[in-house]
């Protein structure tokens, strides 16, 4: 596991998205593995900066999202599928076609998440994976507990992760309770991958990620066996770590 110490939010988005430029630069139709949630926005803003200004060509990238909550439609205002539109695919020049986000508007999880796998698959996984992480330590909707050997699964979200995410909604009885999400085992396939975090309530599960046991109370402890990992954080969030 490598560690950039990024000195704040705009400085992580930055240092992230010149990864992700340099992967789809060296090879044009990467997969991307994304993440939803307020840290991946600033990469997502420089990313379309770059598209603007000439230098990012995403016309034969593919994507796969982690993460939809379970009975959003994909015109919801607060589903996954409507936050990466507005934020990213919408304002660069992806074919829609090769975007991938799980289907949370079908309530079939079985058949939801065994499609999901198939053409995560198909595609050959990830070149590069972006994550988030919880202050729960959860990585997608891999909450602490989660299996480690998982594929694509439907999840009952813990009452952190529903407070957590109710600052998007009108009321936390709008939170979905459930999701779809690639599991463990998935994001493990990916090629490389890149965890970004922000701030100092992250501060304990980017400590227990990086430097505690590889144990599922800390979903995201398993990244350490990941032979290409790369933590960015600010200096808020490695306020817990050594110097
Ligand atoms: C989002 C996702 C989540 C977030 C995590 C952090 O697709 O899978 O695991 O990455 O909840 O969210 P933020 O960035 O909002 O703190």
């Given at each position: 596991m490598r560690i950039v110490r990024a000195h704040d939010y705009d400085d992580m988005s930055r240092k992230a998205a010149n990864i992700i430029s340099a992967q789809v630069t060296l090879k044009p139709d990467s997969v991307l593995g994304l993440a939803t949630g307020s840290t991946p926005l600033g990469i997502y803003a420089q990313l379309i900066e770059w598209y603007e200004k000439g230098d990012l060509d995403f016309s034969q990238v593919s994507t796969f999202n982690l993460d939809e909550y379970r009975g959003l439609a994909h015109d919801d205002p607060q589903s996954y599928h409507h936050f990466m539109r507005a934020n990213f695919f919408d304002r660069i020049n992806i074919d829609p076609a090769n975007t991938h986000v799980p289907?949370?508007?079908?309530?079939?999880a079985e058949g939801v998440c065994a499609a999901y796998d198939r053409s995560v698959a198909d595609a050959g996984y990830p070149d590069l994976q972006l994550l988030g992480i919880g202050r729960n330590g959860h990585v997608g909707f891999n909450e602490p507990g989660a299996v480690f050997s998982k594929g694509t699964y439907c999840v009952d979200l813990t009452p952190s992760t529903i407070e957590a995410n109710s600052r998007l909604f009108d009321r936390v009885e709008d939170v979905p309770r459930q999701a779809y999400t690639m599991g463990v085992q998935t994001i493990m396939f990916a090629r490389s991958v890149l965890v970004v975090a922000s701030g100092e309530e992250k501060a304990d599960a980017v400590r227990a990620m990086c430097l505690g046991p590889v144990d599922p109370q800390c979903p995201a402890s398993i990244l350490q066996l990941h032979a290409a990992c790369t933590v960015i954080a600010d200096e808020a969030a490695l306020c817990k770590m050594p110097a």
């Open positions: 289907d949370g508007s079908n309530l079939d």
